[in-house]
Protein backbone atom coordinates (compact mmCIF):
# COMPACT_ATOMS: atom_id res chain seq x y z
CA UNK A 1 0.00 0.00 0.00
CA UNK A 2 1.21 3.50 -1.05
CA UNK A 3 1.58 5.89 1.98
CA UNK A 4 2.46 9.35 1.74
CA UNK A 5 3.15 10.96 5.02
CA UNK A 6 2.98 14.70 5.81
CA UNK A 7 4.98 16.40 8.75
CA UNK A 8 1.89 18.05 10.64
CA UNK A 9 -1.88 18.00 10.39
CA UNK A 10 -2.21 21.21 11.90
CA UNK A 11 0.01 23.90 12.00
CA UNK A 12 -0.35 27.98 12.92
CA UNK A 13 2.19 30.42 11.91
CA UNK A 14 2.30 34.59 11.81
CA UNK A 15 2.83 36.62 8.83
CA UNK A 16 6.92 36.83 7.60
CA UNK A 17 7.63 33.50 9.26
CA UNK A 18 9.20 30.83 7.68
CA UNK A 19 7.34 27.53 7.19
CA UNK A 20 8.57 24.36 5.89
CA UNK A 21 6.26 21.45 4.73
CA UNK A 22 7.48 18.01 4.47
CA UNK A 23 6.41 15.09 2.32
CA UNK A 24 7.85 11.79 2.20
CA UNK A 25 6.81 8.73 0.66
CA UNK A 26 7.38 5.42 0.37
CA UNK A 27 7.18 3.59 -2.51
CA UNK A 28 9.85 4.93 -4.87
CA UNK A 29 7.83 6.96 -6.84
CA UNK A 30 9.60 9.62 -8.86
CA UNK A 31 6.72 12.42 -9.40
CA UNK A 32 5.98 14.36 -6.41
CA UNK A 33 3.37 17.07 -6.38
CA UNK A 34 2.26 20.26 -4.25
CA UNK A 35 -1.25 21.56 -4.21
CA UNK A 36 -3.04 24.14 -2.05
CA UNK A 37 -6.66 23.02 -1.65
CA UNK A 38 -9.37 26.28 -0.44
CA UNK A 39 -13.16 26.59 -0.32
CA UNK A 40 -14.70 27.09 -4.23
CA UNK A 41 -11.34 26.72 -6.12
CA UNK A 42 -10.61 23.29 -5.97
CA UNK A 43 -6.80 21.60 -6.00
CA UNK A 44 -4.51 24.00 -7.35
CA UNK A 45 -0.59 22.86 -8.41
CA UNK A 46 2.01 24.52 -6.82
CA UNK A 47 5.25 22.89 -7.58
CA UNK A 48 6.05 19.39 -9.03
CA UNK A 49 9.12 17.12 -9.30
CA UNK A 50 10.21 14.44 -11.74
CA UNK A 51 13.35 13.42 -10.42
CA UNK A 52 15.68 14.38 -7.50
CA UNK A 53 16.42 18.34 -7.41
CA UNK A 54 14.10 18.67 -10.36
CA UNK A 55 11.27 20.95 -10.17
CA UNK A 56 8.63 22.62 -11.98
CA UNK A 57 6.38 25.26 -11.33
CA UNK A 58 2.72 24.67 -11.44
CA UNK A 59 -0.37 27.66 -11.93
CA UNK A 60 0.24 29.17 -8.56
CA UNK A 61 4.12 29.13 -7.75
CA UNK A 62 4.39 32.89 -6.37
CA UNK A 63 5.27 33.01 -2.56
CA UNK A 64 6.38 29.08 -2.55
CA UNK A 65 9.82 27.22 -2.71
CA UNK A 66 10.82 23.53 -3.31
CA UNK A 67 13.29 21.26 -2.61
CA UNK A 68 13.44 17.67 -3.55
CA UNK A 69 17.12 16.27 -2.26
CA UNK A 70 15.99 12.85 -2.01
CA UNK A 71 13.92 10.55 -4.20
CA UNK A 72 11.84 10.30 -1.11
CA UNK A 73 11.41 13.51 -0.08
CA UNK A 74 9.67 16.82 -1.39
CA UNK A 75 9.36 19.72 0.85
CA UNK A 76 7.57 22.78 0.40
CA UNK A 77 8.55 26.36 1.80
CA UNK A 78 6.90 29.52 2.54
CA UNK A 79 9.66 31.73 2.32
CA UNK A 80 7.71 34.85 4.39
CA UNK A 81 4.65 33.42 5.39
CA UNK A 82 1.27 35.55 4.42
CA UNK A 83 -2.28 35.51 5.23
CA UNK A 84 -3.63 34.66 1.94
CA UNK A 85 -1.66 31.14 2.68
CA UNK A 86 -3.78 30.14 4.67
CA UNK A 87 -4.83 26.85 3.16
CA UNK A 88 -4.92 23.24 3.23
CA UNK A 89 -1.74 22.13 1.84
CA UNK A 90 -1.57 18.47 -0.11
CA UNK A 91 1.03 16.39 -1.43
CA UNK A 92 0.92 13.86 -3.87
CA UNK A 93 3.39 11.32 -5.57
CA UNK A 94 2.80 9.04 -8.64
CA UNK A 95 4.94 6.37 -9.44
CA UNK A 96 6.29 7.70 -13.21
CA UNK A 97 7.37 7.89 -15.79
CA UNK A 98 4.04 7.55 -17.84
CA UNK A 99 2.70 10.91 -16.04
CA UNK A 100 -0.43 11.27 -18.20
CA UNK A 101 -1.98 7.89 -16.98
CA UNK A 102 -0.92 7.70 -13.10
CA UNK A 103 -2.63 7.24 -10.15
CA UNK A 104 -2.10 10.20 -7.44
CA UNK A 105 -1.78 9.25 -4.38
CA UNK A 106 -2.62 12.03 -1.55
CA UNK A 107 -0.70 12.61 1.85
CA UNK A 108 -3.47 13.45 4.63
CA UNK A 109 -2.83 17.19 4.42
CA UNK A 110 -1.56 19.75 6.52
CA UNK A 111 -3.91 22.48 7.43
CA UNK A 112 -2.13 25.86 7.87
CA UNK A 113 -3.34 28.70 9.37
CA UNK A 114 -1.06 32.05 9.20
CA UNK A 115 -2.29 34.89 11.32
CA UNK B 1 -12.31 29.73 -18.66
CA UNK B 2 -11.38 26.56 -16.07
CA UNK B 3 -9.91 23.31 -16.93
CA UNK B 4 -12.45 21.70 -15.39
CA UNK B 5 -16.06 22.62 -14.15
CA UNK B 6 -18.05 20.62 -11.95
CA UNK B 7 -22.35 21.42 -10.71
CA UNK B 8 -20.86 21.42 -6.80
CA UNK B 9 -23.87 20.67 -5.88
CA UNK B 10 -24.80 19.48 -3.15
CA UNK B 11 -26.64 16.44 -3.91
CA UNK B 12 -28.64 15.00 -1.28
CA UNK B 13 -30.49 11.84 -2.08
CA UNK B 14 -32.24 9.11 -0.05
CA UNK B 15 -30.67 5.45 0.56
CA UNK B 16 -31.31 3.00 -2.72
CA UNK B 17 -30.77 6.29 -5.22
CA UNK B 18 -29.15 6.61 -8.01
CA UNK B 19 -27.50 9.72 -8.95
CA UNK B 20 -24.89 11.13 -11.65
CA UNK B 21 -22.61 13.78 -12.03
CA UNK B 22 -21.15 15.42 -14.66
CA UNK B 23 -17.91 17.55 -15.66
CA UNK B 24 -16.54 19.12 -18.26
CA UNK B 25 -13.28 19.92 -19.40
CA UNK B 26 -11.80 22.83 -21.63
CA UNK B 27 -8.71 20.98 -22.95
CA UNK B 28 -9.63 18.77 -26.33
CA UNK B 29 -6.12 17.26 -26.14
CA UNK B 30 -6.63 15.82 -22.43
CA UNK B 31 -5.37 12.08 -21.94
CA UNK B 32 -6.67 10.87 -19.25
CA UNK B 33 -9.44 11.02 -16.65
CA UNK B 34 -10.59 9.91 -13.72
CA UNK B 35 -12.97 10.00 -10.14
CA UNK B 36 -11.56 11.04 -7.22
CA UNK B 37 -13.34 10.61 -4.12
CA UNK B 38 -12.53 12.82 -0.88
CA UNK B 39 -14.53 12.23 2.80
CA UNK B 40 -14.52 15.52 4.76
CA UNK B 41 -11.34 17.03 6.23
CA UNK B 42 -9.53 13.89 4.36
CA UNK B 43 -7.18 13.74 1.40
CA UNK B 44 -8.78 12.69 -1.95
CA UNK B 45 -8.61 8.92 -3.06
CA UNK B 46 -9.11 7.16 -6.71
CA UNK B 47 -12.35 5.73 -7.54
CA UNK B 48 -11.69 5.24 -10.73
CA UNK B 49 -10.33 5.91 -14.00
CA UNK B 50 -12.64 7.01 -16.84
CA UNK B 51 -11.84 5.05 -20.18
CA UNK B 52 -12.85 5.79 -23.57
CA UNK B 53 -15.55 2.95 -23.36
CA UNK B 54 -17.02 4.27 -20.12
CA UNK B 55 -15.89 1.31 -17.43
CA UNK B 56 -17.70 0.00 -14.34
CA UNK B 57 -16.95 -0.60 -10.90
CA UNK B 58 -19.55 -2.35 -8.83
CA UNK B 59 -22.56 0.20 -8.76
CA UNK B 60 -20.25 3.12 -10.37
CA UNK B 61 -20.28 3.60 -13.61
CA UNK B 62 -17.91 6.25 -15.41
CA UNK B 63 -18.11 7.42 -19.02
CA UNK B 64 -16.18 9.67 -21.03
CA UNK B 65 -18.01 11.61 -24.00
CA UNK B 66 -14.35 13.13 -26.06
CA UNK B 67 -16.55 14.88 -28.79
CA UNK B 68 -18.47 16.95 -25.92
CA UNK B 69 -15.84 16.99 -23.65
CA UNK B 70 -17.56 16.10 -20.62
CA UNK B 71 -17.49 12.62 -18.28
CA UNK B 72 -20.07 11.75 -15.95
CA UNK B 73 -20.29 9.11 -12.88
CA UNK B 74 -23.15 7.10 -12.31
CA UNK B 75 -23.69 6.04 -8.81
CA UNK B 76 -26.46 3.09 -8.70
CA UNK B 77 -27.95 1.58 -5.17
CA UNK B 78 -26.73 4.90 -2.78
CA UNK B 79 -25.26 3.95 0.49
CA UNK B 80 -24.45 6.47 3.32
CA UNK B 81 -20.88 5.41 2.70
CA UNK B 82 -20.97 6.70 -0.71
CA UNK B 83 -21.92 10.63 1.02
CA UNK B 84 -18.58 12.20 0.54
CA UNK B 85 -17.52 15.24 -2.67
CA UNK B 86 -16.22 13.74 -5.73
CA UNK B 87 -13.82 15.55 -7.53
CA UNK B 88 -13.12 14.98 -11.61
CA UNK B 89 -9.46 14.64 -12.69
CA UNK B 90 -8.45 15.46 -16.12
CA UNK B 91 -4.71 15.32 -17.49
CA UNK B 92 -3.39 16.92 -20.09
CA UNK B 93 0.08 17.99 -19.29
CA UNK B 94 -0.61 17.73 -15.64
CA UNK B 95 -3.66 16.97 -13.36
CA UNK B 96 -6.85 19.51 -13.31
CA UNK B 97 -9.00 19.36 -10.37
CA UNK B 98 -12.46 20.49 -10.69
CA UNK B 99 -13.99 21.77 -7.51
CA UNK B 100 -15.76 18.26 -6.30
CA UNK B 101 -19.70 17.98 -6.00
CA UNK B 102 -20.67 17.29 -2.76
CA UNK B 103 -23.47 14.24 -2.20
CA UNK B 104 -25.36 13.58 0.96
CA UNK B 105 -27.02 10.14 0.72
CA UNK B 106 -30.15 10.47 3.58
CA UNK B 107 -31.07 7.39 5.50
Known amino acids: DVKVTQSSRYLVKRTGEKVFLECVQDMDHENMFWYRQDPGLGLRLIYFSYDVKMKEKGDIPEGYSVSREKKERFSLILESASTNQTSMYLCASSLGPDRAQETQYFGPGTRLLVL | RKEVEQDPGPFNVPEGATVAFNCTYS??????FFWYRQDCRKEPKLLMS???SGNEDGRFTAQLNRASQYISLLIRDSKLSDSATYLCVVNGNQFYFGTGTSLTVIP
Open chain 2, 27 to 32: NSASQS
Open chain 2, 50 to 52: VYS
